[in-house]
């Protein structure tokens, strides 16, 4: 029942006014916490954008494939130790907000640090290396594009905490024994994963990460937020080019855009849309049980520090963050 509750309160916010959403924060991880000169710094000026020329953008081709290209294409780009993207600053701390929650031992402020995460669509590395410093013991990346997986090594520069490996998600557990790893693992997280495969590929993955996780383990996992579909000014740090496409009709088509950094680089990025009924599906069907649902966005924070970056996106919900239990 707390479930079907927690769908309904969620969809009704996708009609709900504009005006009515107000990004939660999440108080175990502070916005402060980041580089308050990094968020003010960059210069804006500097505009370079990534080209699409060598993607493959027609229907026939899979997602996945797209999304190889188009991050082995960009990887470089990718690379960062601080916030820098859009969502670095609106959608990842509230990841790291609800993963803290769980590194700590019994609620206290007391880190366990024997805990092990599953960062499956790694790409180069920074929201595993966000999570050592939360205090996990271990991180196992994958992600199905070689050049980040060669980005994300070569930042971690040899630590023994990280073990990194190119795998699409469709063979994650089949990736992971032939890694020789464990497929108990306490934490999985998906950071903007699912918007990258279609409704069948992500239903699979989430039945495999459930499968790779401890009975009592959690996955969080952030997307776009489905509304976003109808967010498509090119003048946007986040925009999508879907102008007249439908909220449902447009399920499961490949919706290309642009995310903005701080510093005015422009980074190509794709969106499998799907409705907030489809996680809700996929979700059930592999069995998990739901601990909350965020929407973020842009904060209060945010708009004192830099206005001129965020402006553009304010009060709008930019991203679902999902935070499930494995029974």
């Not at 709900?16 to 000026?45: E, K």
């Not at 699409?52 to 470089?76: G, P």
């Not at 990346?141 to 050049?147: K, L, M, N, V």
């Not at 495999?208 to 959690?218: D, E, F, R, S, T």
Request: aromatic share 10%.
């Amino acid at each position: 029942m707390r479930d079907i509750n927690l769908y309904l309160l969620a969809l009704f916010t996708i009609v709900a006014p504009v005006s009515a959403f107000r990004p939660r924060r999440y108080s175990t991880i502070s916005y402060s916490l980041y580089n308050v000169h990094c968020i003010r710094g960059g210069d804006s000026s500097s505009s370079s954008v990534v080209d699409n020329e060598n993607i493959n953008t027609s229907t026939s081709s899979s997602s996945q494939d797209d999304s190889r290209t188009m991050y082995n294409k960009q990887a470089t780009n990718w690379v960062r130790t601080e916030p820098r993207c859009l969502s670095d600053f609106t959608g990842r701390p509230v990841v790291f907000g609800m993963l803290a929650d769980e590194l700590q031992t019994n609620g206290s402020n007391k880190v366990d640090s024997n805990k092990v995460v599953l960062d499956v669509g790694c790409g180069e590395g920074y929201c595993a290396r966000k999570v050592i410093e939360l205090g996990a013991s271990k991180v196992v990346g994958c992600d199905i594009s070689q050049e980040m997986i060669s980005s994300a090594q070569t930042t971690s520069d040899g630590d023994s905490r990280f073990k990194y490996y190119a795998s699409p998600v469709g063979e994650l557990l089949q990736s992971l024994k032939e890694q020789r790893e464990s497929t108990e693992f306490d934490i999985a997280i998906a950071v903007f994963l699912f918007n990258y495969l279609t409704t069948t590929d992500m239903e699979d993955a989430i039945m495999q990460i459930y499968q790779a996780l401890k009975p009592g383990g959690v996955f969080v996992f952030s997307v776009p937020h489905p509304s976003m579909i109808f967010c498509h000014d090119k003048a946007s740090v986040f925009n999508l080019d879907s102008e007249g496409r439908g909220y449902y009709t447009s399920r499961n088509e490949k919706i290309y855009g642009q995310i903005s950094t701080i510093d005015g680089t422009k980074l190509n990025i794709m969106s499998v849309h799907k409705t907030l009924g489809d996680y809700i599906s996929a979700i059930n069907k592999a069995g998990f049980h739901i601990d909350d649902i965020q929407e973020a966005g842009v904060t209060e924070e945010h708009m004192q520090l830099h206005p001129e970056f965020f402006e553009s996106v304010n009060d709008r919900p930019l991203h679902l963050v999902f935070k499930l239990r494995k029974p």
